[in-house]
């Protein structure tokens, strides 16, 4: 009896032992199960980021990158997967003016940062590229660079490039620029003005913060006198290459060491809608302190900027060519002038430089400093509050510039309570910048700096920004029935040229469409004019070599009685 007994508890034990083993099997089963599911659902899911982002190349670690070995083809996207990188650079990528390549952040966010080495991103010898931040809808700025070492830039275009496009991109704490584009020349002649030329840069939508060096730097700053380099033994000065089709919009700035914006070599350059905050706050070298720079080669726009608590000058111009027009920007707040100008040798005489319809206020030293003197300089409708001196203008002995409708207030205080303008420096009804402008037919102004339509009233107003009035609020309200809608309607009827002289040509953009009647009205709301086509025309021709100079109103209306109005100027 005791065997049977023992063997029945050696099978209990027995079935024991199995069951604990099949229990320990099974979780070990659930295991390899969940772990095989998760590694499904990553592969799935970057697979589908790829898919998301158009990927036909990734890229995944700090490395040199040769489009000669890549095997990519214009038109094609190359993917950074989101994590983190000490530098990316890319070399020879180029695609083609219809077809350029992409390089954008994948599956989140792209962060580039190191303490030694070098650049943050960096291009050789490629063109045609757009570098965008766009890649994951959760990040304004989807590639981050927050650190290079000291002299390094967060994102360097050199070499041959061209055609290139940065922008949600967010850059700071490196130890110079924030965004530079440029190549110098060597002894090498391939890189001379004249040789070489970038064309076609855009940087946009981006913010630079927290740089050593400059915001951004674009451009060589010594387009006027070269740079001299010893070419085999022989000293010789050589000159930096154009960057024809520069546009810089659109950009957040703050807190740089030195310059917010500096570009040079620019000869139809457009610079607006940037916003800069604190720039030159700890320069590495004297003078490198401003807001805005416009260096040697400089032609071009400057409009709808906001510059504030700058340690220089809040705008500057030294050795710019050709004609440059500075109009809607918003300048406060500055350790030296609102805006400075000069020459530099090699400056070319006689270009036009207009200034008119900025906003100046609180400069320690004058409102605005011209000494520009081989220049034909304008200054308009500006307006200037707390200068440090007291002066609006300050010129060079001997120089004498067209000036005209500039207000000057001396107390931001008063100029507040007073209602000059309200806290964000907009003018007020009373306001004694309201319809007190002059027209300037070297540079018809539409809208202002917060982009609404100019001039509302009488007259353009004075200062960056157009006084908006509720129903019934501004003097001159005969003309809102003329003027009413005309926003609307502008894109549907176009005017040309403006300003006129002995006609103004009026075309409908929808060539399908005509005009029955036309009426020309002064800004007194008084008709001037009124004509009726013997048959209905998409384009009428409008005699005004009688009229005198000014603004005028026009209304068409269509034969299935539809209006249309717009402005011009009579020259």
Not at 138 to 149: D, F, S, V
Not at 210 to 223: A, R
Request: glycine residues 10%; contains cysteine; charged residues 15%.
């Amino acid at each position: 009896m005791s065997m049977i007994y023992l063997c029945l508890f050696r099978i209990k034990n027995s079935l024991i032992l199995l069951t604990k083993q099949a229990l320990r099997l099974n979780y070990v089963c659930k295991f390899a199960l969940s772990l095989l599911l998760a590694f499904t659902l990553m592969l799935t899911s970057q697979s589908l980021v790829a898919q998301t982002c158009n990927c036909n190349i990734t890229i995944s670690k700090a490395a040199m990158y040769d489009g000669k070995a890549l095997g990519y083809k214009p038109g094609q996207t190359i993917c950074i997967a989101a994590g983190n990188y000490s530098y990316l650079y890319f070399k020879n990528i180029v695609g083609s003016a219809t077809q350029p390549i992409k390089i954008i952040n994948c599956g989140g966010l792209v962060t580039i940062g190191t303490s030694t080495g070098t650049n943050g991103i960096q291009f050789y010898d490629s063109k045609f590229v757009k570098l965008t931040g766009s890649g994951d809808s959760r990040y304004k700025y989807g590639i981050n660079l927050n650190k290079t070492p000291s002299g390094a830039s967060g994102i360097n275009v050199t070499g041959f490039s061209s055609d290139f496009e940065i922008e949600r991109v967010e850059v700071s704490g490196t130890g110079f620029a924030g965004i530079m584009i440029k190549m110098d020349p060597t002894c090498n002649p391939a890189t001379w003005r004249g040789n070489f030329s970038m064309y076609n840069i855009k940087v946009h939508d981006n913010y630079v913060h927290d740089t050593y060096g400059e915001g951004m730097y674009i451009g060589n700053s010594f387009w006027n006198s070269g740079i001299t380099k010893t070419c085999d033994g022989v000293s010789k000065v050589v000159y930096p290459h154009n960057i024809y089709g520069l546009a810089i919009y659109n950009n957040l700035v703050e807190r740089t060491g030195a310059e917010g914006i500096q570009y040079a070599c620019a000869p139809d350059y457009q610079v607006y809608n940037n916003v800069i905050n604190y720039a030159g706050i700890s320069p590495f070298q004297q003078y490198q302190n401003n807001g805005i720079q416009a260096s040697g080669g400089s032609s071009g726009q400057l409009y709808n900027n906001i510059v504030r608590n700058v340690g220089g000058n809040g705008i500057i111009f030294v050795g710019h060519s050709g004609k440059n027009t500075i109009y809607n920007n918003l300048v406060t707040d500055v350790g030296g002038y609102g805006l400075f100008c000069d020459n530099r040798a090699g400056t070319p005489s006689g270009n036009p430089l207009i200034v008119t319809n900025n906003t100046f206020i609180k400069s320690a030293q004058d409102g605005l400093c011209f000494y520009n003197k081989l220049d034909k300089t304008t200054v308009t409708n500006n307006a200037v509050i707390q200068a440090g001196t007291g002066k609006i203008i300050k010129l060079i002995t001997g120089y004498q510039i067209t000036q005209s409708t500039n207000y000057y207030g001396s107390s931001l205080s008063t100029a507040l309570t007073t209602n000059v303008f309200d806290i964000n420096y907009r003018p007020q009804k009373g306001s004694p910048l309201v319809d007190k402008g002059v027209l300037n037919t070297s540079c018809t102004l539409t809208t202002d700096l917060a982009g609404n339509g100019r001039p509302k009233g009488m007259a353009i107003d004075i200062g960056a920004y157009e006084f908006q009035p509720v129903a019934g609020a501004r003097e001159g309200a005969e003309l809102r029935g003329l003027t009413e809608g005309l926003e609307t309607t502008v894109r549907e009827i176009s005017s040309s040229p403006s300003p006129c002289v002995d006609e103004i040509v009026l075309r409908l953009t929808n060539p399908d469409l005509t005009m029955s009647e036309v009426s020309i009205y002064s800004i007194d709301g008084q008709r001037v004019n009124h004509i009726i086509p013997a048959t209905p025309a998409n384009e009428v021709r409008v005699e005004t070599a009688m009229l005198p100079t000014g603004l005028y109103v026009y209304q068409v209306i269509t034969p299935d009685l539809k209006l249309l109005k717009g402005r011009f100027i009579k020259k």
